[in-house]
Protein backbone atom coordinates (compact mmCIF):
# COMPACT_ATOMS: atom_id res chain seq x y z
CA UNK A 1 0.00 0.00 0.00
CA UNK A 2 1.21 3.35 -0.80
CA UNK A 3 1.81 6.38 1.03
CA UNK A 4 -0.99 8.09 -0.53
CA UNK A 5 -3.34 5.46 -0.40
CA UNK A 6 -2.27 5.36 3.31
CA UNK A 7 -2.66 9.41 3.84
CA UNK A 8 -6.01 8.88 2.65
CA UNK A 9 -7.24 6.41 4.45
CA UNK A 10 -6.67 8.15 7.25
CA UNK A 11 -8.08 11.45 6.40
CA UNK A 12 -11.23 9.70 5.62
CA UNK A 13 -11.43 7.77 8.80
CA UNK A 14 -10.72 11.76 10.37
CA UNK A 15 -14.20 12.82 8.93
CA UNK A 16 -15.97 9.59 9.78
CA UNK A 17 -15.17 10.76 13.37
CA UNK A 18 -16.40 14.36 13.35
CA UNK A 19 -19.59 13.37 11.57
CA UNK A 20 -20.12 10.62 14.26
CA UNK A 21 -19.85 12.79 16.50
CA UNK A 22 -21.74 15.96 15.59
CA UNK A 23 -24.32 13.19 14.76
CA UNK A 24 -23.87 11.42 18.19
CA UNK A 25 -24.58 15.21 19.98
CA UNK A 26 -27.76 16.01 18.06
CA UNK A 27 -29.25 12.23 18.47
CA UNK A 28 -28.94 13.11 22.50
CA UNK A 29 -29.45 16.88 22.39
CA UNK A 30 -26.36 17.52 24.08
CA UNK A 31 -25.59 21.54 24.11
CA UNK A 32 -22.40 22.02 23.67
CA UNK A 33 -20.98 25.19 25.71
CA UNK A 34 -18.66 27.58 24.00
CA UNK A 35 -14.89 27.63 26.08
CA UNK A 36 -12.60 28.30 23.62
CA UNK A 37 -14.32 30.85 20.80
CA UNK A 38 -13.74 30.97 17.04
CA UNK A 39 -10.81 32.75 15.64
CA UNK A 40 -8.62 32.36 19.50
CA UNK A 41 -5.00 31.77 19.34
CA UNK A 42 -3.63 29.09 21.64
CA UNK A 43 0.67 29.93 22.30
CA UNK A 44 2.30 28.06 25.19
CA UNK A 45 5.63 26.39 25.53
CA UNK A 46 6.79 23.77 28.60
CA UNK A 47 10.61 23.88 29.57
CA UNK A 48 12.57 21.65 31.77
CA UNK A 49 15.76 21.62 32.45
CA UNK A 50 17.85 19.20 35.53
CA UNK A 51 21.30 19.07 36.11
CA UNK A 52 23.13 16.26 38.29
CA UNK A 53 26.80 15.59 39.67
CA UNK A 54 27.74 12.35 42.23
CA UNK A 55 31.79 12.36 43.92
CA UNK A 56 31.90 9.24 45.87
CA UNK A 57 28.41 8.39 45.55
CA UNK A 58 26.80 5.04 47.69
CA UNK A 59 23.40 3.68 47.01
CA UNK A 60 23.08 0.24 48.37
CA UNK A 61 25.04 -2.22 45.43
CA UNK A 62 26.21 0.94 44.24
CA UNK A 63 29.50 2.63 45.34
CA UNK A 64 32.13 5.35 44.23
CA UNK A 65 29.69 6.68 41.62
CA UNK A 66 32.00 9.85 40.21
CA UNK A 67 30.00 11.54 37.43
CA UNK A 68 27.71 14.24 35.95
CA UNK A 69 24.77 14.66 33.46
CA UNK A 70 22.22 17.32 32.27
CA UNK A 71 18.84 16.68 30.71
CA UNK A 72 17.04 20.05 28.69
CA UNK A 73 13.73 19.96 27.06
CA UNK A 74 11.63 22.92 25.39
CA UNK A 75 8.41 22.58 23.52
CA UNK A 76 6.70 25.57 21.76
CA UNK A 77 3.02 25.37 21.50
CA UNK A 78 0.80 26.91 18.18
CA UNK A 79 -3.08 26.58 17.88
CA UNK A 80 -5.76 28.17 15.97
CA UNK A 81 -9.33 27.78 17.01
CA UNK A 82 -11.09 27.40 13.24
CA UNK A 83 -14.66 26.53 15.00
CA UNK A 84 -16.11 27.04 18.18
CA UNK A 85 -14.24 24.32 20.94
CA UNK A 86 -11.85 23.26 18.00
CA UNK A 87 -8.38 23.49 17.20
CA UNK A 88 -5.49 22.60 14.68
CA UNK A 89 -2.16 23.28 15.00
CA UNK A 90 1.26 22.26 15.55
CA UNK A 91 4.15 21.66 18.31
CA UNK A 92 7.93 21.17 17.98
CA UNK A 93 10.32 19.73 20.67
CA UNK A 94 14.05 19.64 21.47
CA UNK A 95 15.85 17.35 24.22
CA UNK A 96 19.14 17.25 24.68
CA UNK A 97 20.72 14.65 27.46
CA UNK A 98 24.72 14.39 28.78
CA UNK A 99 25.67 11.27 31.06
CA UNK A 100 29.01 11.12 32.16
CA UNK A 101 30.34 8.69 34.36
CA UNK A 102 33.76 8.22 35.33
CA UNK A 103 33.75 5.67 37.84
CA UNK A 104 31.16 3.59 39.15
CA UNK A 105 31.41 0.13 41.38
CA UNK A 106 28.40 -2.80 41.49
CA UNK A 107 29.25 -4.55 44.99
CA UNK A 108 26.49 -7.78 44.50
CA UNK A 109 28.40 -9.98 46.52
CA UNK A 110 31.93 -11.67 47.90
CA UNK A 111 32.28 -13.11 44.50
CA UNK A 112 30.34 -11.00 42.10
CA UNK A 113 31.71 -7.48 41.59
CA UNK A 114 31.60 -4.79 38.56
CA UNK A 115 33.27 -1.74 37.69
CA UNK A 116 31.67 0.83 34.93
CA UNK A 117 35.12 3.52 33.78
CA UNK A 118 34.81 6.67 31.34
CA UNK A 119 31.28 6.21 29.67
CA UNK A 120 30.18 9.02 28.21
CA UNK A 121 26.68 9.29 26.25
CA UNK A 122 24.94 12.69 24.75
CA UNK A 123 22.26 12.45 22.81
CA UNK A 124 19.35 14.88 21.11
CA UNK A 125 16.14 14.67 19.29
CA UNK A 126 13.33 17.01 17.69
CA UNK A 127 10.04 16.61 17.19
CA UNK A 128 7.49 18.05 15.31
CA UNK A 129 3.52 17.27 16.10
CA UNK A 130 0.65 18.11 14.02
CA UNK A 131 -2.25 18.12 16.25
CA UNK A 132 -6.37 18.57 16.44
CA UNK A 133 -7.90 19.44 19.34
CA UNK A 134 -11.60 19.13 20.60
CA UNK A 135 -12.54 20.83 23.53
CA UNK A 136 -15.39 19.85 26.47
CA UNK A 137 -16.56 22.41 28.57
CA UNK A 138 -17.41 20.93 32.15
CA UNK A 139 -20.74 21.74 32.20
CA UNK A 140 -21.23 25.27 32.49
CA UNK A 141 -17.64 26.04 34.01
CA UNK A 142 -16.14 28.77 32.66
CA UNK A 143 -11.92 27.92 34.23
CA UNK A 144 -11.92 24.16 33.42
CA UNK A 145 -12.26 21.79 30.51
CA UNK A 146 -11.43 18.50 28.97
CA UNK A 147 -9.72 17.98 25.21
CA UNK A 148 -9.19 15.13 23.24
CA UNK A 149 -6.03 15.62 21.22
CA UNK A 150 -5.33 13.60 17.64
CA UNK A 151 -1.52 13.52 16.66
CA UNK A 152 0.74 12.89 14.29
CA UNK A 153 3.77 12.76 15.17
CA UNK A 154 7.28 12.50 13.62
CA UNK A 155 10.35 12.34 15.57
CA UNK A 156 14.15 12.02 14.63
CA UNK A 157 17.62 12.14 17.03
CA UNK A 158 21.09 11.23 16.94
CA UNK A 159 22.84 10.03 19.93
CA UNK A 160 26.62 8.57 20.78
CA UNK A 161 27.68 6.54 23.39
CA UNK A 162 31.31 6.15 24.07
CA UNK A 163 33.07 3.62 26.36
CA UNK A 164 36.89 3.75 27.88
CA UNK A 165 39.53 5.34 26.42
CA UNK A 166 43.31 5.42 24.53
CA UNK A 167 43.56 1.83 23.09
CA UNK A 168 40.80 0.13 24.41
CA UNK A 169 38.37 2.72 23.85
CA UNK A 170 35.22 2.00 21.55
CA UNK A 171 32.08 3.90 20.38
CA UNK A 172 28.58 3.47 18.82
CA UNK A 173 26.80 6.50 17.05
CA UNK A 174 23.27 6.12 16.68
CA UNK A 175 20.55 8.30 14.08
CA UNK A 176 16.99 7.11 14.93
CA UNK A 177 13.33 8.57 13.45
CA UNK A 178 10.11 7.46 14.40
CA UNK A 179 6.37 8.15 13.11
CA UNK A 180 3.54 7.77 15.12
CA UNK A 181 -0.27 8.49 14.83
CA UNK A 182 -1.69 8.94 18.87
CA UNK A 183 -4.22 10.33 20.71
CA UNK A 184 -3.85 12.07 24.27
CA UNK A 185 -7.04 13.17 26.48
CA UNK A 186 -5.90 16.56 28.90
CA UNK A 187 -7.44 18.61 31.01
CA UNK A 188 -6.92 22.52 31.19
CA UNK A 189 -7.12 25.18 33.72
CA UNK A 190 -7.70 29.04 33.40
CA UNK A 191 -5.73 30.56 36.19
CA UNK A 192 -7.10 34.50 34.66
CA UNK A 193 -8.90 35.35 31.87
CA UNK A 194 -5.63 34.65 29.62
CA UNK A 195 -3.75 32.17 31.00
CA UNK A 196 -3.97 28.29 31.27
CA UNK A 197 -2.45 25.00 32.56
CA UNK A 198 -2.63 22.17 30.56
CA UNK A 199 -1.86 18.46 31.09
CA UNK A 200 -2.32 15.43 29.08
CA UNK A 201 -1.41 12.44 28.75
CA UNK A 202 -1.04 9.56 26.06
CA UNK A 203 -3.94 6.45 26.24
CA UNK A 204 -3.73 5.53 22.27
CA UNK A 205 -0.93 5.33 19.65
CA UNK A 206 0.02 3.56 16.91
CA UNK A 207 3.80 3.41 15.96
CA UNK A 208 6.99 2.66 13.81
CA UNK A 209 10.69 3.52 14.14
CA UNK A 210 13.46 3.00 12.59
CA UNK A 211 17.82 2.97 14.56
CA UNK A 212 20.61 2.60 12.42
CA UNK A 213 24.00 1.91 14.79
CA UNK A 214 27.72 2.45 13.72
CA UNK A 215 29.92 0.88 16.50
CA UNK A 216 33.67 1.46 15.71
CA UNK A 217 33.34 2.98 12.55
CA UNK A 218 33.20 -0.64 11.20
CA UNK A 219 29.63 -2.51 12.08
CA UNK A 220 26.89 -1.33 10.97
CA UNK A 221 22.98 -2.35 12.32
CA UNK A 222 19.74 -1.52 11.94
CA UNK A 223 16.65 -2.10 13.76
CA UNK A 224 12.99 -1.47 12.94
CA UNK A 225 10.15 -1.72 15.20
CA UNK A 226 6.12 -0.89 15.38
CA UNK A 227 3.61 -1.06 17.63
CA UNK A 228 -0.33 -0.47 18.82
CA UNK A 229 -0.79 0.17 21.71
CA UNK A 230 -3.96 0.93 24.03
CA UNK A 231 -2.93 1.97 27.56
CA UNK A 232 -1.86 5.02 29.51
CA UNK A 233 1.61 5.95 29.12
CA UNK A 234 2.74 7.41 32.05
CA UNK A 235 6.16 8.54 29.82
CA UNK A 236 3.97 10.58 27.73
CA UNK A 237 2.71 12.82 30.33
CA UNK A 238 2.49 16.78 29.25
CA UNK A 239 2.41 19.90 31.09
CA UNK A 240 2.75 23.26 30.03
CA UNK A 241 1.53 26.95 30.48
CA UNK A 242 -0.97 27.99 27.19
CA UNK A 243 -2.31 31.51 26.42
CA UNK A 244 -5.62 32.50 24.81
CA UNK A 245 -5.34 35.30 22.95
Known amino acids: MNKTAIKSILFFFFLCSLAHTTKAQGMRNITMQKFVPKGQWIVGSSVSYSQSEQKDYNFLVIE ?6 YSFKISPLLCY ?3 DNMGAGGRFAYKRTLTKINQMDLEIGEDLNFSLNDVYSLSHSYSGVAMFRNYISLGNSRRFALFAESQLIFEGGQSKFVNGKGEDLTGTF ?8 GVAPGLVAFINNYTAVEVNIGVLGVHYGHTRQVTDQIHIANQSSSSI ?3 INIFSIGMGIAFYL
Open 81 to 83: AFA
Open 229 to 231: NFR
Open 64 to 69: SVSGEG
Open 174 to 181: SKNYSLEL
